[in-house]
T-cell receptor, first 116, second 113 residues
């Protein structure tokens, strides 16, 4: 069973601050995704990382996949109240093939609140 | 275009009753996924389909849970003899092909009393 542990579980910061959310596992993942979910809505994909050491930037968000493909981080620069939401990482297990190829394992999420 | 839709959005049922939750994926999407999500937590995989074939049902908690997608489009998740511990948000997602970006529906909030 692949488990993804996110930290911190809760994050409450002031507008303009920087923050980092971590996603860790003892298992290797072939790819890892980050989602953002707003209250009452379903998760929305932000980014997919597939190569160990890969760094992707999306405006003020920077995503990194660990060299060993067991961990990832999401860094937000100059957070804004609009960044408030539940941030989720999700991974596809390495070697998952056949009927398990479509299975995604989600972390437990990080609830981010950015105060004006 | 229309996104993933689910019905009903809210369902309250008494313990012991059967419930059927419906998911209508994005038109043309091959893969359809079912998840269960507790408040403030990440989705928990239940099962997924490619076309009408159920590929992986390893996440279904027990044999009271079943899912079908008979014509490769709309899917139904059925829970028999519901128990209070089944109360949760049930989410459906679809993707154009297996492993591609998943688009999530608004979910069905199930409450078992």
């Amino acid at each position: 069973t692949q488990l993804l542990e996110q930290s911190p579980q809760f994050l409450s910061i002031q507008e303009g601050e920087n923050l980092t959310v971590y996603c860790n596992s003892s298992s290797v993942f072939s790819s890892l995704q980050w989602y953002r979910q707003e209250p009452g809505e379903g998760p929305v994909l932000l980014v997919t990382v597939v190569t160990g050491g890969e760094v992707k930037k999306l405006k003020r968000l920077t995503f990194q996949f660990g060299d060993a493909r067991k961990d990832s981080s999401l860094h937000i620069t100059a957070a804004q109240p609009g960044d408030t939401g539940l941030y989720l990482c999700a991974g596809k297990a390495r070697g998952a093939g056949g009927t398990s190829y479509g299975k995604l394992t989600f972390g437990q999420g990080t609830i981010l609140t950015v105060h004006p | 275009g229309a996104g993933v839709s689910q019905s009903p959005r809210y369902k309250v049922t008494k313990r012991g009753q059967d419930v059927a939750l419906r998911c209508d994926p994005i038109s043309g999407h091959v893969s359809l996924y079912w998840y269960r999500q507790a408040l403030g937590q990440g989705p928990e995989f239940l099962t997924y389909f490619n076309y009408e074939a159920q590929q992986d049902k390893s996440g279904l908690p027990n044999d009271r849970f079943s899912a079908e997608r008979p014509e490769g489009s709309i899917s139904t998740l059925t829970i028999q003899r519901t128990e209070q511990r089944d109360s949760a948000m049930y989410r459906c997602a679809s993707s154009s092909l297996v492993g591609y970006e998943q688009y999530f529906g608004p979910g069905t909030r199930l409450t078992v009393t």
